[in-house]
Structures are given as structure tokens and as C-alpha cells.
């Protein structure tokens, strides 16, 4: 399934249509309104597209990086090396080696991150900074950090400074959006940058996974017990992490989600401290008792869970509030 961000759809729409944003928005209320919760906000966007005769993935031909969204395969799209990375090598379960290389391509749309791997990581080798690169047959995948990514795989074709090809001045990255403080109660699916200050009222055990230890992907078990990582096969899994908690601002609650980075930063511990649990779950029930009642800042997005259907809140970054912050917030408010 393809996945186009929520704004990026609306804002298309409008483009295309000629319409307010204000109106296309009402339209989408309008329209899961009218599908009883049974549809979320980005699906009854596709319908109002598909409505107003609005395409929203461009079919065939060659891609500017703004329109390369995850999901999308046999891309083809061509830019210029604005970073080159160093490659690795990594070790596999059954005791072969790999490797790994990646490298920023640009263009006058966007910059996007492109991965590599095996005898297509030795083949990016010879590619360097600000010469044209045309990729033939990608695959644009999603990130653990929420970032698209160009995957080459073994039917990629890599071609270093095609004739005929220019590209302008690359687009310089977008910064991330600036959070903007929210309430609880005033929190809905399009808050993809919002910050919310409140009180840590539960906290429930953390929740372990077994990823692959080059790319970092789920990884789960076959038939046979290995466990297969989807992109290196199998290999040696390591462990990641996830915990959850109710943060509550007087306005109401909700439920968010850390994964592992943010999850070191909110107890204070090491990945190999939280990965003991595991083995002793009982012993983070010292934890809970700890973070009950704290003042946390998180910074994140919104987001619905579709199987408890519930509003939820991803730590993108979270710390203890600053009481004397939050108290002269309050005061200029007053």
C-alpha cells in the first residue's frame, strides 16, 4: 500500500481541484461522518480525491523525489549525490557476511536517503558527491524514524551521470515542523508535530521484539526457528523495545507510546539495563513506582490505533517538564 502523508493529500487536492483546504477538510469530516468511524481521516481523503476525479500518485515516467512516497515500487527517478556515506559489513546468522552502503540523493523537489545492499553496496562504490545518479526499479520504503527511504535491490539499475540528464539546484532538506503546544482533549490525527505537558499517571511493562541487527526491522521467526528478517533473511536477531504510559493535563488523558530511544530517556536507563527486564519483569515494577506522578514534556504525533480505536501519542522526544517554565507559561496566559 502506497502511504501519502495526510496533509500531503490534502494539499494535493487542493491543488488539483481548485478547492479551499478549509472545504476539503470539511468534506472529510463530512465523509467519515457519514461512515460512522468506520473509515479513518486519510482514507476518507482517498475517497474525496477519487470524488473530485483528483490523481494522487503519478503513474509511470520518471519521479521527482517530493512525489516518491513508501509503498511505491519500480520507481525510477534521477538527482544529484549531495552526501555519500561509508559502507559496513555485518555478519549473518548462518556465519555469511554482508554489507551495507547508503548515500543522499537531491533534486529541485527534495533530498531523500538511498540504501544499498550486497553486490548493489560495491556497486554505489564508484559514485561520488555531485555527480547524477538514475535509478531504474527501486522500491521506496518508510524508516524506523518515519523518513521514506530508496531501496536498491538486485533489479536495480544504477546509472552514473546519464547523458541527457540535468538536474538544478537541490532543494535544501525542509526543517521538521515546529511542535505546537496542545492540549489533550484538543489533540486529533492531524497533530504530526505537537507537544503536550502533563502528569505520568500509569505506566505498564515494556513490550520486547526481535529486530534485524543491520537494518533494524521487525524480525520474526519461520517454520524452522530462525529468525528472518525480511530484508537480510536470517540472521543473528537482536532485541527492541517499546513501553506505554498515560500522560494526564487535567483535559483529559492518553495513552503514549516510547519506543526504545525515548524509552531510555524517560526511565533513565541503558538499552542493556531495559533489555534485563526481560528476564526479570518484575523488577521494572520498581520503575513504574518511579515514574508514577512525573511532569513529562513529549514531543510527537498523533495517531490512531485503529484496532482499539483510540487516539494515541508517539514520543519523538520526551524530558521532565520544567516547573518554572510551565509556571511563566501560565502566568503570560493569565
Known amino acids: 500500500m502506497i502511504r501519502i502523508p495526510f496533509e500531503e493529500v490534502v494539499k494535493r487536492i487542493a491543488e488539483k481541484s481548485g478547492l479551499a483546504e478549509a472545504e476539503i477538510m470539511a468534506r472529510i469530516e463530512t465523509k467519515c461522518t ?6 479513518s481521516k486519510d482514507g476518507a481523503a482517498h475517497i474525496v480525491a477519487n470524488e473530485l476525479g483528483v490523481q494522487l500518485i503519478v503513474n509511470g515516467g520518471r519521479l521527482k523525489v517530493k512525489d516518491a512516497f513508501p509503498g511505491m ?28 552502503a547508503a548515500f543522499t540523493l537531491g533534486d529541485e523537489t527534495g533530498t531523500i536517503r538511498v540504501v544499498a545492499w550486497g553486490e548493489k553496496a560495491d556497486e554505489i562504490a564508484a559514485i561520488s558527491e555531485n555527480s547524477i545518479i538514475l535509478l531504474q526499479q527501486a522500491q521506496v520504503r518508510e524508516n524506523n524514524r518515519g523518513f521514506k527511504e530508496l531501496h536498491i535491490g538486485s533489479q536495480t539499475s544504477i546509472v552514473h551521470n546519464p547523458p541527457g540528464v540535468a538536474v538544478g539546484d537541490v532543494a535544501q532538506p525542509q526543517q521538521r515542523q515546529a511542535a505546537v503546544r496542545k492540549m489533550i482533549k484538543d489533540l486529533s490525527e492531524q497533530d504530526q508535530s505537537a507537544e503536550i505537558v502533563g502528569t505520568i499517571v500509569q505506566v505498564f511493562d515494556p513490550k520486547y521484539y526481535e529486530v534485524c541487527p543491520t537494518c ?14 525480511p530484508e537480510h533473511g536470517a540472521v543473528q536477531a537482536a532485541w527492541s523495545m517499546v513501553g506505554n504510559a498515560y500522560v494526564d493535563d487535567g483535559s483529559g488523558n492518553i495513552r503514549v507510546v516510547f519506543f526504545r530511544n525515548q524509552l531510555e530517556r524517560l526511565t533513565n536507563k541503558t538499552t542493556e539495563q531495559l533489555l534485563a527486564y526481560r528476564e526479570i519483569p518484575e523488577r521494572f515494577e520498581e520503575i513504574k513506582t518511579e515514574l ?21 501519542f508517539v514520543a519523538q522526544f520526551v524530558q521532565q517538564a520544567n516547573a518554572d517554565e510551565e509556571l511563566a507559561r501560565l502566568q503570560a496566559r493569565t
Request: proline residues 1%; contains cysteine; charged residues 30%.
Open 34 to 39: 457519514q461512515l460512522s468511524g468506520l473509515i
Open 73 to 100: 515500487r519500480s520507481v525510477e527517478i534521477a538527482g544529484k549525490v549531495t552526501q555519500k556515506f561509508d559502507a559496513r559489513e555485518f555478519s549473518r546468522q548462518d556465519g555469511t557476511s554482508g554489507k551495507l
Open 216 to 229: 533494524n526491522k521487525r524480525s520474526k521467526p519461520d517454520e524452522s526457528g530462525k529468525v528472518v528478517c
Open 292 to 312: 508514577l506522578g512525573n511532569i513529562v514534556k513529549v514531543t510527537g504525533r498523533a495517531s490512531k490505533n485503529q484496532f482499539f480505536d483510540r487516539l494515541e
